[in-house]
C-alpha cells in the first residue's frame, strides 16, 4: 500500500508517521516542498505519487488568525479538501481527512453531539472547516472525515506542551473554565486512524467508500480546560521544575480572544466504535501514558 501523508509534521502528523509505516510506503512531503494553497501543486502531487490512501493531517489551525484570514483558511480547508476529494473520486484513492468539534456552537441541551446534529459554528475557522465537510459530501467522494477536537500532545505545540511550560515560568496560571470538550491524545488518534486503514488494507479505496462519511473521533471523557491544566500539571514526573503554585479558574469573558470558542461541545463518538471498533481512551489515561 502507498500513503500520501499531508501535514507530518503535525501534532497528528508526527503520530502517524510510524503507524502507518507499518502499512505500507509513506510519502510525507514537508511544508517547504508543498503549499497546500497551491492548488495545481497539490493536483499534480497526487498524480505524481498515485497513492492508495490519502491521510490529510494538513489544515489552516490558527483560530484566531482566520477571523482576519478567512480567504486563507478557506484555501486550506475548502479548497484544498476539495481538489483531494476529486481527486480521490476520480482516481479511486481512499482519503481521510480530520474536522473539528468547533463545526458546533453548543452541544444539544447540555449533552453530547452527534454527526448529524445542526453545525453552527461560532468562528471563521469552524466555518471553513464546515465548508470543507460540506464540499467532499457534495462531491460524493471517498472520504472518511473525522471529526475531532482539543488535540494535545508534549511536543512543541498544543494545550498541555502550553500549560506544562507555563508551569515552570509563572507562580500564578489562570485557565478558563467554561469550556468544555473532549481532549484528544494526538497519539491516540493517529493510532485509531491507522488501525481502521488496517482493517481496509486489501480494497481501501473499497472499503473508505462504503463507509464514507462524517465520524467523531476524540477522547472517550470530557473536561474544561481548566481540569486539563490541573491534571498535566499535577501528573508531570517533573513537578519539582514547577514555580506555578497557584492555577486559577477564569470564565472565558476574562480572556481577549479575536475568535469566539464554543462553551459546551461534546463529541459522542459512538457511531465510530460501532462502525470500525475503534474507541479513543479518556484524557486521564492519555496523560498517564504521555507524562512519563
Not at 494535545?152 to 470538550?181: H, K, N
Amino acid at each position: 500500500m502507498k500513503l500520501l501523508l499531508l501535514g507530518a509534521a503535525g501534532q497528528v502528523g508526527l503520530e502517524l508517521r510510524g503507524p502507518l509505516a507499518v502499512l505500507g510506503t509513506v510519502i510525507a512531503p514537508t511544508r517547504a516542498a508543498l503549499d497546500l494553497g497551491d492548488l495545481d501543486a497539490l493536483r499534480a502531487l497526487v498524480r505524481e505519487h498515485s497513492p492508495d490512501v490519502i491521510v490529510n493531517c494538513a489544515a489552516y489551525n490558527a483560530v484566531d488568525d482566520a477571523e482576519g484570514d478567512f480567504d486563507g483558511a478557506l484555501r486550506i480547508n475548502r479548497e484544498a479538501v476539495a481538489v483531494l476529494g476529486e481527486e480521490a473520486k476520480a482516481r479511486k484513492i481512499a482519503l481521510v481527512t480530520y474536522s473539528t468539534d468547533y463545526v458546533f456552537d453548543a452541544s444539544p441541551s447540555g449533552g453530547a453531539a452527534r454527526e448529524g446534529d445542526p453545525a453552527n459554528p461560532l468562528n471563521a475557522y469552524g466555518r471553513s472547516k464546515l465548508e470543507g465537510e460540506r464540499a467532499l459530501l457534495a462531491l460524493d467522494a471517498p472520504a472518511l472525515i473525522f471529526r475531532t477536537a482539543w488535540v494535545w500532545s508534549v511536543g512543541a505545540r498544543g494545550f498541555v506542551s502550553t500549560m506544562l511550560r507555563l508551569a515552570r515560568e509563572r507562580e500564578i496560571l489562570r485557565v478558563v473554565d467554561d469550556q468544555v470538550g473532549n481532549p484528544t491524545f494526538a497519539r491516540d488518534l493517529a493510532f485509531a486512524t491507522a488501525t481502521i486503514l488496517h482493517a481496509f488494507r486489501r480494497d481501501p479505496h473499497g472499503a473508505v467508500n462504503e463507509a464514507r462519511g462524517v465520524y467523531h473521533l476524540a477522547g472517550a471523557t470530557h473536561a474544561s480546560r481548566y481540569a486539563l491544566a490541573v491534571a498535566a500539571i499535577e501528573r508531570d514526573p517533573k513537578r519539582n521544575e514547577h514555580l506555578v503554585r497557584v492555577i486559577e479558574p477564569i470564565p472565558s469573558s476574562a480572556m481577549t480572544t479575536a475568535a469566539r470558542r464554543p462553551g459546551w461541545v461534546v463529541l459522542d463518538c459512538q457511531k465510530a466504535t460501532e462502525r470500525f471498533g475503534v474507541t479513543l481512551p479518556g484524557y486521564l489515561d492519555a496523560l498517564g501514558r504521555a507524562l512519563v
